[in-house]
């Protein structure tokens, strides 16, 4: 039994969730016919698409298909519909809570269908000895959707931080994806696997400086900080005094140093970003730093903007407007994939916390619940701050808290060059009688079968028997998220700050 997924359709939405996830696939024509050994599943999201040779579910496959696709094979009546999307509180899609879109989503009208998630919209269905999943969102509208606005943050109190960052959910959509797709393999009684997202098994720490024109002294007590943790940074640095460059940056140990800014402003044009990212390399090259990754100012990201990282050979940069809280990805713009890796991170800095009135025992609190639920999901946690915003016995407190978990510490070079090894794995996997058969050895690797779960290093066989799985850790249930879309004055006073804060200066 193959354990690729198959897919029709794949668009570059797809394509980006399928490399984020680490799947096996291969894309197929959907109106061939498919033999439910060759593929554990199939993905069916092509507009073209308008037969399906359904001996492959009859027989006992597995599929997704989207909205558009299934009313348009069936010739089922499809309405497109603007609406607020959020998960039941009761269905397995609950901690995804709201769902953000730009786009409208494809309901059907098939009274044979169960409703799995009234609030997202999902369906599923039977046909002979198969099952099915009917997802209504349009990926390509979502996922390379480049437009921002403002969004708050959950946490356990009334007033909530916010940030401008990516206008849909994006790492949302790609987890509604998985879970349908395991869920999928679950019914067959097969395990679903992927790369896993961070080296190793018990968590992966990253922490980013945006220097923002901080004096050297909020610097230096910063790197104090690290040093004691022993937590090696990625410090995007600005770069107009140079002598804060040689004198401080360039004589930083066991730290990355990256590009933020010559001048502290993103362009909407080419000319422009190329002036001042040129600038600010030349003074690095002055001061003999070589740096591999940006960050721009403000997590603001553009098309110009990525032709000069693009024209300067970086290797990843790190943005909000992308995409945040997500697995890195190439972004999809003007018919093409940048070069430049995207790693998201969570947006919420110390100095977002502050302005919304949080006490530093609450700062605590709330990023030891941002550990501890990437953690769960096996996810990297990538969190940042600014020097000038002080707070050192709050960031103490948490590098002691990594430190007490023992979690593994990567700048964000490491991190970018291991995902892009990772990308370049090409997985074969198959399952007969309890055993996987795979083509690589000593890779990361995750399983998930019979709700259970399993990070492991690949082998070219493997006995399902002999690997320790654990149950599924259930994430805490969104709290207040209304509260989360509910307009508060002080969103346009911080919109307001927003912008001022881009003006030329």
Same mark, same amino acid.
């Given at each position: 039994?193959?354990?690729?997924?198959?897919?029709?359709?794949?668009?570059?939405?797809?394509?980006?969730? &399928?490399?984020?996830?680490?799947?096996?696939?291969?894309?197929?024509?959907? *109106?061939?016919?498919?033999?439910?050994?060759?593929?554990?599943?199939?993905?069916?999201?092509?507009?073209?698409?308008t037969t399906f040779d359904s001996n492959y579910l009859k027989n006992?496959?597995?599929?997704?298909?989207?909205?558009?696709?299934?009313?348009?094979?069936?010739?089922?009546?499809?309405?497109?519909?603007?609406?607020?999307?959020?998960?039941?509180?009761?269905?397995?899609? *609950?901690?995804?809570?709201?769902?953000?879109?730009?786009?409208?989503?494809?309901?059907?009208?098939?009274?044979?269908?169960?409703?799995?998630?009234?609030?997202?919209?999902?369906?599923?269905?039977?046909?002979?000895?198969?099952?099915?999943?009917?997802?209504?969102?349009?990926?390509?509208?979502?996922?390379?959707?480049?437009?921002?606005?403002?969004?708050?943050?959950?946490?356990?109190?009334?007033?909530?931080?916010?940030?401008?960052?990516?206008?849909?959910?994006?790492?949302?959509?790609?987890?509604?994806?998985?879970?349908?797709?395991?869920?999928?393999?679950?019914?067959?009684?097969?395990?679903?696997?992927?790369?896993?997202?961070?080296?190793?098994?018990?968590?992966?720490?990253?922490?980013?400086?945006?220097?923002?024109?901080?004096?050297?002294?909020?610097?230096?007590? &910063?790197?104090?900080?690290?040093?004691?943790?022993?937590?090696?940074?990625?410090?995007?640095?600005?770069?107009?005094?140079?002598?804060?460059?040689?004198?401080?940056?360039?004589? @930083?140990?066991?730290?990355?140093?990256?590009?933020?800014?010559?001048?502290?402003?993103?362009?909407?044009?080419?000319?422009?970003?190329?002036?001042?990212?040129?600038?600010? @390399?030349?003074?690095?090259?002055?001061?003999?730093?070589?740096?591999?990754?940006?960050?721009?100012?403000?997590?603001?990201?553009?098309?110009?903007?990525?032709?000069?990282?693009?024209?300067?050979?970086?290797?990843y940069s790190s943005e909000f407007v992308p995409s945040y809280d997500?697995?890195?990805?190439?972004?999809?713009?003007?018919?093409?994939?940048?070069?430049?890796?995207?790693?998201?991170?969570?947006?919420?800095?110390?100095?977002?916390?502050?302005?919304?009135?949080?006490?530093?025992?609450?700062?605590?609190?709330?990023?030891?619940?941002?550990?501890?639920?990437?953690?769960?999901?096996?996810?990297?946690?990538?969190?940042?701050?600014?020097?000038?915003?002080?707070?050192?016995?709050?960031?103490d407190a948490v590098f002691g808290y990594v430190n007490k978990l023992?979690?593994?510490?990567?700048?964000?070079?490491?991190?970018?060059?291991?995902?892009?090894?990772?990308?370049?794995?090409? @997985?074969?996997?198959?399952?007969?009688?309890?055993?996987? %058969?795979?083509?690589?050895?000593?890779?990361?690797?995750?399983?998930?079968?019979?709700?259970?779960?399993?990070?492991?290093? *690949?082998?070219?066989?493997?006995?399902?028997?002999?690997?320790?799985?654990?149950?599924?850790?259930?994430?805490?249930?969104?709290?207040?998220?209304?509260?989360?879309?509910?307009?508060?004055?002080?969103?346009?006073?911080?919109?307001?700050?927003?912008?001022?804060? %881009?003006?030329? %200066?």
């Amino acid at each position: 039994m193959d354990l690729k997924i198959g897919i029709a359709g794949l668009s570059p939405s797809w394509k980006i969730i &399928l490399e984020q996830e680490g799947i096996s696939y291969r894309e197929i024509d959907c *109106s061939l016919p498919i033999d439910p050994d060759e593929f554990s599943a199939i993905i069916i999201d092509d507009i073209n698409a308008t037969t399906f040779d359904s001996n492959y579910l009859k027989n006992g496959g597995a599929v997704l298909f989207s909205s558009k696709s299934y009313a348009k094979i069936f010739n089922k009546k499809l309405y497109m519909k603007k609406k607020k999307v959020v998960a039941d509180a009761n269905s397995i899609f *609950s901690e995804l809570g709201i769902i953000d879109l730009v786009g409208r989503i494809g309901i059907v009208r098939d009274e044979e269908l169960k409703c799995e998630d009234k609030g997202l919209n999902i369906l599923s269905g039977k046909l002979g000895k198969g099952s099915f999943y009917i997802m209504p969102f349009d990926l390509d509208k979502e996922i390379l959707n480049l437009s921002s606005c403002r969004r708050k943050f959950i946490a356990n109190r009334n007033e909530l931080p916010s940030e401008v960052v990516a206008k849909v959910s994006k790492a949302k959509l790609r987890k509604t994806v998985t879970t349908i797709l395991s869920i999928l393999l679950d019914i067959r009684k097969l395990p679903f696997i992927h790369k896993s997202y961070i080296p190793g098994n018990n968590g992966l720490f990253i922490f980013r400086i945006d220097t923002d024109n901080c004096s050297k002294e909020d610097a230096e007590n &910063l790197l104090k900080v690290c040093e004691k943790h022993s937590i090696r940074a990625s410090w995007f640095v600005d770069t107009m005094n140079e002598q804060k460059l040689s004198d401080l940056y360039a004589n @930083m140990k066991d730290q990355e140093i990256g590009l933020h800014c010559f001048r502290h402003l993103v362009f909407d044009n080419y000319s422009a970003n190329f002036e001042n990212i040129d600038t600010g @390399m030349k003074n690095l090259q002055r001061s003999n730093i070589t740096v591999k990754g940006f960050a721009a100012p403000f997590g603001s990201w553009n098309t110009s903007l990525n032709e000069v990282l693009e024209k300067f050979d970086f290797t990843y940069s790190s943005e909000f407007v992308p995409s945040y809280d997500d697995l890195p990805f190439y972004i999809y713009t003007n018919n093409q994939y940048s070069n430049i890796l995207q790693i998201p991170i969570h947006p919420i800095s110390l100095g977002r916390l502050r302005r919304s009135h949080f006490t530093k025992e609450e700062m605590i609190e709330y990023y030891i619940n941002i550990i501890n639920e990437k953690r769960k999901r096996n996810e990297p946690i990538l969190i940042y701050h600014h020097p000038h915003h002080k707070l050192l016995d709050v960031i103490d407190a948490v590098f002691g808290y990594v430190n007490k978990l023992g979690l593994a510490n990567y700048t964000m070079n490491e991190y970018a060059e291991w995902w892009q090894k990772r990308n370049q794995i090409k @997985m074969d996997i198959s399952f007969e009688e309890n055993e996987l %058969r795979m083509n690589i050895d000593d890779e990361d690797m995750t399983i998930i079968n019979n709700k259970k779960v399993c990070n492991f290093k *690949s082998r070219k066989r493997i006995d399902l028997s002999k690997l320790e799985f654990v149950p599924i850790k259930s994430l805490s249930k969104p709290l207040n998220i209304n509260l989360t879309r509910k307009y508060h004055w002080r969103d346009t006073l911080y919109d307001y700050e927003s912008w001022k804060g %881009r003006r030329n %200066r």
